[in-house]
T-cell receptor, first 112, second 114 residues
Framework: SQKIEQNSEALNIQEGKTATLTCNYTNYSPAYLQWYRQDPGRGPVFLLLIRENEKEKRKERLKVTFDTTLKQSLFHITASQPADSATYLCALDINYGQNFVFGPGTRLSVLP | DAGVIQSPRHEVTEMGQEVTLRCKPISGHNSLFWYRQTMMRGLELLIYFNNNVPIDDSGMPEDRFSAKMPNASFSTLKIQPSEPRDSAVYFC????????????FGEGSRLTVL
């Protein structure tokens, strides 16, 4: 069956450390993978996109990797800050912008 | 641009009542998505429109759910009759149809069916 998993429901890290979130999927072949941030009571906000032929993408303190062999994406936040505390969702684009399947999310808490 | 606008933000209703949720996508976006989010099931795609035409409604749970997009700037999601298990946050999102199109979400409509 098709499934998307994110490493843990919740992740606590100390301010200044690097947070690493994992997205694993089975029985999908996404052309693109996206990461979103969701704050309580708000809609998800797009952060980064990575294509299947890209290994790594960076944006400021964010870095995403995509391994289509392992069927896994890693999302890193370097020099984490309490303001980075939120739920992070990975989303697979399984039909070229016409169908996005979301993972369950990881709730990140950055402790001061 | 004001972003994707959804209304109402909160709705409390009784079982059996009709519920209508509304969405105004970002101007110029030609794709519109309705998602439902619950703790148990996360974000689930209900229906997707492209150029106002429903393309995929396989996520609509039952005939009690219907969605329309009469023009490029307005969409509705209707539940009739509503049931307690429909309680969730309903999100509308829009995008420019493209292979790498990011989704722009509204703030959601939190529905509680008593």
């Amino acid at each position: 069956s098709q499934k998307i998993e994110q490493n843990s429901e919740a992740l606590n890290i100390q301010e200044g450390k690097t947070a690493t979130l994992t997205c694993n999927y089975t029985n999908y072949s996404p052309a693109y993978l996206q990461w979103y941030r969701q704050d309580p009571g708000r809609g998800p906000v797009f952060l980064l996109l990575i294509r299947e032929n890209e290994k790594e993408k960076r944006k400021e303190r964010l870095k995403v990797t995509f391994d289509t062999t392992l069927k896994q994406s890693l999302f890193h936040i370097t020099a984490s800050q309490p303001a980075d505390s939120a739920t992070y969702l990975c989303a697979l684009d399984i039909n070229y912008g016409q169908n996005f399947v979301f993972g369950p999310g990881t709730r990140l808490s950055v402790l001061p | 641009d004001a972003g994707v606008i959804q209304s109402p933000r909160h709705e409390v209703t009784e079982m059996g009542q009709e519920v209508t949720l509304r969405c105004k996508p970002i101007s110029g976006h030609n794709s519109l998505f309705w998602y439902r989010q619950t703790m148990m099931r996360g974000l689930e795609l209900l229906i997707y429109f492209n150029n106002n035409v429903p393309i995929d409604d396989s996520g609509m749970p039952e005939d009690r759910f219907s969605a329309k997009m009469p023009n490029a700037s307005f969409s509705t999601l209707k539940i009739q009759p509503s049931e307690p298990r429909d309680s969730a946050v309903y999100f509308c999102a829009s995008s420019v149809l493209a292979a790498s199109g990011e989704l722009f979400f509204g703030e959601g409509s939190r529905l509680t069916v008593l």
